[in-house]
C-alpha cells in the first residue's frame, strides 16, 4: 500500500444511517471486545440469536483450541432463520428470489419457506434420519437446495454440501468420510443452458463402495428427463414430502450441536470435513451480514457463491435468512445469455446489495471491453448501495471498475477476507464506517483479534510482512476437523504459534493505517478463481492415472483472470512426447484430473520433463518450478539440485 493509492470515505448519507455509524462507533466495539471478549459475545449471541434455553456461560477454553461457545444454551438454526420472522410478522415478505439459468423468477415467502422446510424435515425424520446423522447435500442453486440446508437443521441433522461441479470421486469421498445416512440431490443441474447429470453421479459415487450408510437418496426433480432409480434407496423428493404436515416442531440442539460440515482443500492430500457449530456460527453468520453488508429490511442482497462452498452457507442459506432478509438465488453463470447477466438481474430485480468474487468481476470487464453491449453502463443499476468482493484478494484496477462501473462511484465496496474455517467475515471494511482502499481488506471485524506474526509468534511491525493469525477465539471458528480432531490441532493451533489460530495465509499491515493486506496463502494450496485447491491433492489425481504418470509436481502461477492458475510438471513413464503428442496425453490427463476432483481442478498448463528439479535429498524443489511456471528466469541459488539441465528443459517446453 503506498500513499498514491486512492482511498475512499463512506458516503455521508450511509455512514449516518449505517448499523455501524462512523469509525469511532466501530472502535467503540472494538474496544468494548478488548474490554471484555466474553462479555462482548455474550452480548451479541443475546441480541441476535433466539435461545431456547438462555447460555449462562459464553466460552469454556479448559480444552483449548477445541473451544466451546454458549455450551449450555440451546436453540435451532431453522427457527432461527424461518419462525422467529413470521412471528415477527414477516411471513408474506419474499425470502427468496429465485431466478434459473433460462430467466424465470419464483419468489418464495418466509411463510412458504418454512412450510417447504418442514416438509422435507418431515420426509426425512419419516426414513428415519434424526439428530446427529449427517445429510450430504449433492445439488445446485435452488429452492430446494436452501431448504434442503434449513430442514437438516430443523431437526439436528448435519448437512454437508458438496458443489455440483465434484466428480463422482469426490462426492464419494466425501460420502464416506462423513457416513451420511441419505444423499439429497436432483436429477440434473442446468448451467449455462446446459443439461448436466447429478443423479448419476450420485449413482457412479456409491457405486465406487464405501458408502454403506447411505439408506436413501431423495431426487429433486429439476429436468425432469429420465434418471436410473434404484429401488429400495432412491426416492422422489415430491414423493418423501407429499402429504408431511407443513409444521414440524424444532429439534433443539445444543449451540455447539455440529450444524455443518463443508470439505476443503488443505496442503496434503486429503479434503478437511471442517465442522461448524450451531449457535457461535449462527451469530456470526447474522452479525456480520448484518454489519458487513449494513444489511436492512428494505434491502435485496445477492451473493453470486453457490451454496456448495462456505460462502452460500453463510450468506445464502443462514446469514440474511436469520435477518429476515430477502435475498437472490440464482442457478445459471454469469455469462449465460450473456455477459451481462449479472447487470441485468441486478436491475431486474433491484438489487442493493451484491456480493460476488474478482474472478467474475475480472472476466466481466474482459466480457465487456470485447463486447460493448454487455457493459454495465446499459444497465440501469441505480438501487446498488453496497458491493462486496470475496475468495482472494481483489486487485487494485478491477476494484475500480467495479466501483466505478458497478457501483456508479458511490457504492462502498467490502473486501472481506475470510476462510472455510472462519465461519463468516474477519477482516473486512464496514460501509458506514471504514475509509476504503482498494486492494486491502482494511480493519478487523469487530472482535476479531488478527495479528500479523512471525513462525515463532512473535508480533511483526506494521509494514513487515508476516503469518496472519487470530489471538483469541472466536464463535464461529471452526470446531475440528471430522474424524481428525489431532489433524485440526496440528493445521491450526500449531505449538510454535502460543495458541493462536493460523490462517494458512501471509499479510502486511500498512505503516501508517494499520489496514491488513492479504499477500496469499503460505502453505501449498491454491487459489483458482477463488477456488481452493490443495497442489498436493491435484498430484495424487494425475499420479492415479497409473498407466501413464510417473511422477507430477504442481504449482500456481498469477492469472490475470482467474487470480491463479493450475500449472503441472509431469514425468511420464514413457519418453517425453512433443508436439501434437503432448497436447493429446495433456488432454488426457486434464480429463483425467476433472473425473478424479472435477473440472474446477484441471491444470491449465502440463508441461512434460524426463524428471523433476529435486536435492540431492529426492525433494522437489518447488520454487523453481514456481519460477518456470510465471517464465521467470532463474535466478535462485540452483547449487543443491540433483539435475540442473531439467530446468532448461521444463522452461522450453510448453
Ligand atoms: O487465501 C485466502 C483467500 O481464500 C482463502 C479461503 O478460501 P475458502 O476457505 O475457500 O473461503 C473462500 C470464501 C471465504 C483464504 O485463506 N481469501 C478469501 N477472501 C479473501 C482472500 N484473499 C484475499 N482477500 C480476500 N478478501
Redesign the pocket.
Known amino acids: 500500500m503506498t500513499e498514491e493509492l486512492k482511498t475512499y470515505a463512506p458516503p455521508p448519507a450511509l455512514a449516518a444511517t449505517a448499523h455501524v455509524s462512523g469509525m469511532a462507533a466501530y472502535e467503540a466495539l472494538c474496544q468494548e471486545a478488548e474490554n471484555d471478549h466474553t462479555g462482548y459475545w455474550g452480548r451479541l449471541a443475546r441480541e441476535l440469536v433466539s435461545w431456547k434455553k438462555p447460555f449462562t456461560k459464553v466460552l469454556n477454553d479448559s480444552e483449548a483450541p477445541f473451544f466451546k461457545w454458549f455450551e449450555d444454551g440451546t436453540l435451532n438454526a431453522s427457527y432461527n432463520c424461518l419462525d422467529r420472522n413470521i412471528e415477527r410478522g414477516l411471513g408474506d415478505k419474499t425470502a427468496l428470489i429465485f431466478e434459473a439459468d433460462g430467466g424465470e423468477v419464483t419468489k418464495t415467502t418466509y411463510a412458504e419457506l418454512l412450510a417447504k422446510t418442514c416438509q422435507i424435515a418431515n420426509g426425512l425424520k419419516s426414513l428415519g434420519v434424526a439428530k446427529g446423522d449427517r445429510v450430504v447435500i449433492y445439488i445446485s442453486m435452488s429452492v430446494d437446495g436452501v431448504a434442503a440446508m434449513q430442514a437438516c437443521a430443523r431437526i439436528g441433522a448435519t448437512h454437508s454440501v458438496v458443489f455440483g461441479g465434484f466428480s463422482a470421486q469426490s462426492l464419494r469421498d466425501r460420502i464416506e468420510d462423513t457416513g451420511a445416512k441419505a444423499v439429497i440431490t436432483a436429477d440434473h443441474q442446468i448451467r449455462g443452458g446446459k443439461q448436466l447429470p447429478l443423479k448419476a453421479i450420485v449413482d457412479e459415487a456409491i457405486g465406487l463402495g464405501g458408502c454403506d450408510t447411505v439408506k436413501n437418496v431423495l431426487v429433486v426433480k429439476r429436468s425432469g428427463a429420465e434418471v436410473a432409480m434404484t429401488a429400495g434407496r432412491d426416492l422422489w423428493m415430491a414423493d418423501v414430502v407429499s402429504g408431511q404436515p407443513t409444521t414440524c416442531e424444532p429439534e433443539w440442539v445444543e449451540a455447539e450441536h455440529p450444524l455443518f460440515l463443508l470439505y476443503?482443500s488443505g496442503s496434503t492430500g486429503k479434503p478437511k470435513g471442517v465442522q461448524h457449530s450451531t449457535g457461535g456460527y449462527l451469530l456470526h453468520a447474522a452479525l456480520t451480514t448484518k454489519w458487513t453488508f449494513d444489511l436492512r429490511a428494505d434491502d435485496i442482497f445477492w451473493c453470486t457463491a453457490d451454496i456448495g462452498?462456505?460462502?452460500g452457507h453463510t450468506y445464502i442459506a443462514y446469514g440474511p435468512l436469520a435477518l429476515g432478509g430477502t435475498e437472490i438465488v440464482f442457478e445459471g453463470v454469469p455469462t449465460y445469455p450473456d455477459a451481462g447477466r449479472f447487470w441485468k438481474m441486478i436491475q431486474d430485480h433491484k438489487v442493493s446489495i451484491f456480493y460476488t468474487a474478482p474472478t467474475a468481476i475480472r472476466s466481466l470487464i474482459k466480457a465487456a471491453e470485447t463486447n460493448d453491449t454487455v457493459h454495465p453502463k446499459h444497465y440501469d443499476l441505480s438501487s446498488l448501495r453496497i458491493l462486496g468482493?470475496?475468495?482472494?484478494?481483489?486487485n487494485p484496477a478491477a476494484w475500480e471498475w467495479y466501483h466505478h462501473h458497478v457501483g456508479g462511484g458511490r457504492c462502498p465496496i467490502v473486501?472481506?477476507?475470510?476462510?472455510?474455517?472462519t465461519g463468516g467475515h474477519m477482516i473486512t471494511p464496514l460501509p458506514g464506517a471504514t475509509t476504503l482502499v482498494p486492494g486491502s481488506?482494511t480493519l478487523p471485524f469487530p472482535g476479531i483479534s488478527a495479528a500479523i506474526v512471525d513462525e515463532t509468534g512473535n508480533d511483526v511491525p506494521n509494514g513487515q510482512g508476516g503469518i496472519l493469525v487470530v489471538k483469541k477465539p472466536w464463535p464461529s471458528m471452526i470446531r475440528t476437523i471430522w474424524g481428525d480432531p489431532a489433524r485440526f490441532k496440528k493445521s491450526y493451533y500449531p505449538s510454535e504459534l502460543r495458541g493462536y489460530y493460523l490462517?494458512?495465509?501471509g499479510a502486511i499491515r500498512d505503516a501508517k493505517t494499520g489496514y491488513f493486506t492479504?499477500t496469499?496463502?503460505i502453505d501449498d494450496?491454491l487459489?483458482v478463481s477463488?477456488?481452493?485447491m490443495g497442489t498436493m491433492e491435484i498430484e495424487s489425481a494425475l499420479v492415479s492415472c497409473t498407466e501413464l504418470v510417473a511422477e507430477a509436481a504442481v504449482v500456481g502461477r498469477p492469472d490475470d483472470t482467474t487470480g491463479e492458475a493450475i500449472c503441472a510438471f509431469v514425468v511420464l513413464k514413457r519418453p517425453r512426447p512433443t508436439g501434437e503428442e503432448a497436447k493429446a496425453i495433456a488432454k488426457q490427463l486434464r480429463d483425467h484430473v476433472g473425473k478424479e476432483i472435477g473440472p474446477i481442478a484441471k491444470p491449465k498448463d502440463i508441461r512434460f520433463g524426463d524428471n523433476l528439479p529435486k536435492t540431492r535429498s529426492g525433494k522437489i524443489m518447488r520454487r523453481l518450478l514456481r519460477a518456470i511456471a510465471k517464465g521467470e528466469a532463474i535466478t535462485q541459488d540452483t547449487s543443491t539440485l540433483e539435475n540442473p539441465a531439467i530446468l532448461d528443459q521444463l522452461s522450453q517446453n510448453n
Open positions: 476443503t462452498w462456505v460462502t468482493s470475496v475468495g482472494e484478494p481483489i473486501d472481506t477476507f475470510w476462510q472455510t474455517e481488506c490462517a494458512g495465509d492479504i496469499g496463502r494450496v487459489n477463488g477456488h481452493r
